[in-house]
Nanobody
Framework: QVQVVESGGGLVQAGGSLRLSCAAS????????MGWFRQAPEKERKFVAA????????YYANPVKGRFTISRDGAKNTVWLQMNSLKPEDTAVYYC???????????????WGQGTQVTVSS
């Protein structure tokens, strides 16, 4: 059973940066695509970024392209989401997910963390 645990959320002013971390355990890390989703209050959970098992391919939602960077380290079983130039509309709970599926095919059946709150003040 794969487990993922997020950390690194917090309160930041608009224009600032945060780096989220996601530590995975219980599986072969390199065999999993990893991703980040976010859910704002009273809104559906939405895709943010994903990375394949090798780290060679990354994918981003349009609203975060050029501002967010996803990366992974197999030796640390960790994936990060570097978030720069943050905007108030980035405020949400951010969830990490590990998946046997390709990076853009993640779904509810995959391994999800509990989420970490990111709040961007204007």
């Amino acid at each position: 059973q794969v487990q993922v645990v997020e950390s690194g959320g917090g309160l930041v002013q608009a224009g600032g940066s945060l780096r989220l971390s996601c530590a995975a355990s219980g599986g072969t890390f390199s065999s999993y695509s990893m991703g980040w989703f976010r859910q704002a209050p009273e809104k559906e959970r939405k895709f943010v970024a994903a990375i394949d098992g090798t780290g060679a391919s990354t994918y981003y939602a349009n609203p975060v392209k050029g501002r967010f960077t996803i990366s992974r380290d197999g030796a640390k079983n960790t994936v990060w989401l570097q978030m720069n130039s943050l905007k108030p509309e980035d405020t949400a709970v951010y969830y990490c997910v590990a998946s046997d599926a390709p990076p853009l095919s993640m779904g509810p059946e995959d391994y999800w963390g509990q989420g970490t709150q990111v709040t961007v003040s204007s």
